[in-house]
């Protein structure tokens, strides 16, 4: 498949999973900040990996990831409505903590910065 098409694709999934996360899905188990960094599709376009954040706590990420597997077949069948492909791939969700990594660094920067005398500036 052409890399310019799948990069649109991988575009337009993101865009769609984002909204179904943020106005389409009821659970009250899935709450707080939920972002879906990337997608990246296979060529045959038969599965396609999302990349999420989110940002809370260990025990609720875990819910909240569980949560969206079991949804996954509905989000799915969004995406088909959604969509023009002949066929939407089957997700598979993995969770990126890259986000809430660079938060904790800057903190930790910010940490240094402030305890840093101000001669040594």
């Not at 694709?9 to 943020?22: G, H, M, T, V, Y």
């Not at 899905?25 to 060529?43: A, Q």
């Amino acid at each position: 498949m052409d890399t310019t098409r799948l990069q649109r694709l991988n575009a337009e999934i993101q865009k769609e999973l984002s909204d179904i996360l943020a106005n389409d899905l009821k659970d009250p188990r899935i709450k707080g900040l939920i972002s879906v960094l990337r997608v990246e599709t296979t060529n045959d376009l038969r599965h396609a990996k999302i990349f999420l954040s989110i940002y809370n706590d260990d025990q609720h990420k875990k819910e909240v990831f569980n949560t969206l597997f079991k949804a996954s077949g509905y989000m799915r069948s969004e995406l088909s409505k959604r969509l023009i492909v002949r066929t939407v791939p089957e997700l598979h969700f993995v969770l990126d903590d890259s986000i809430e990594y660079s938060s904790k660094l800057d903190e930790i920067f910010n940490k240094i910065k402030e305890s840093k005398p101000k001669d040594e500036e």
